[in-house]
């Protein structure tokens, strides 16, 4: 057994390497691995409180059929590490719907995604993917430190809570990469402000 040598060896004695760190700051934000809910959650499954001071901007991303029952059906928390609760209004008849996301310890507000599917004449949803085509987030410093990630915490959330996997597969090979716009090495990017 070794001797502390200094004051921070003595009151830190085991400390934390970085993956360590990331995973505790990934826990504190997300709390722990949630299940795909078996049943729809509703307003009325937690309480919460109403945006302080709201931010909107367009939001253009495609929602995999396949995982839209897992979005609509939403997180209710079951215990104290669950760090979220989410439940989705609609669709209505024209297919637009808007899922919400509240901290669920404080009930607060945090992000709306609202998001758009097709209906058949009976109000059916379609077979088809989905969009999101706005998202609205807190900005008020008393409810969240820091600047948030809006579009990364929807996506972050769904995931983590209820298993809903929206981000695009990526693939790593290089034929796959070769292929796509400006992936070529030792060539220069066209698009004039540095996007692909």
């Not at 040598?5 to 004695?13: E, I, V």
């Not at 948030?148 to 695009?168: F, H, N």
């Amino acid at each position: 057994m070794s001797t502390p040598t200094t004051a921070d060896d003595t009151t830190y004695p085991h400390k934390l390497n970085p993956a360590d760190t990331t995973g505790l700051m990934h826990w504190s934000i997300y709390g722990r691995r949630g299940n795909p809910s078996t049943t729809r959650a509703t307003a009325s499954s937690w309480q919460y409180k109403p945006f302080s001071k709201p931010v909107t901007q367009p939001w253009d991303h495609v929602i995999p059929y396949s995982e839209l029952p897992k979005l609509l059906h939403g997180f209710v928390p079951g215990e104290m590490e669950d760090k979220w609760f989410v439940y989705a209004d609609g669709p209505d008849a024209q297919g637009n719907a808007a899922v919400h996301f509240y901290r669920s310890w404080t009930g607060f507000y945090m992000v709306e995604a609202k998001l758009v599917m097709e209906v058949d004449e009976k109000g059916e949803v379609r077979e088809k993917d989905a969009r999101f085509t706005e998202i609205t987030w807190e900005t008020d410093r008393e409810r969240y430190n820091g600047d948030m990630d809006a579009q990364g915490t929807v996506l972050a959330v769904a995931e983590w809570c209820m298993m809903c996997q929206l981000r695009p597969e990526t693939s790593t090979s290089e034929d796959d990469k070769a292929e796509e716009p400006g992936s070529k090495q030792g060539e220069a990017d066209d698009a004039p402000d540095g996007t692909t």
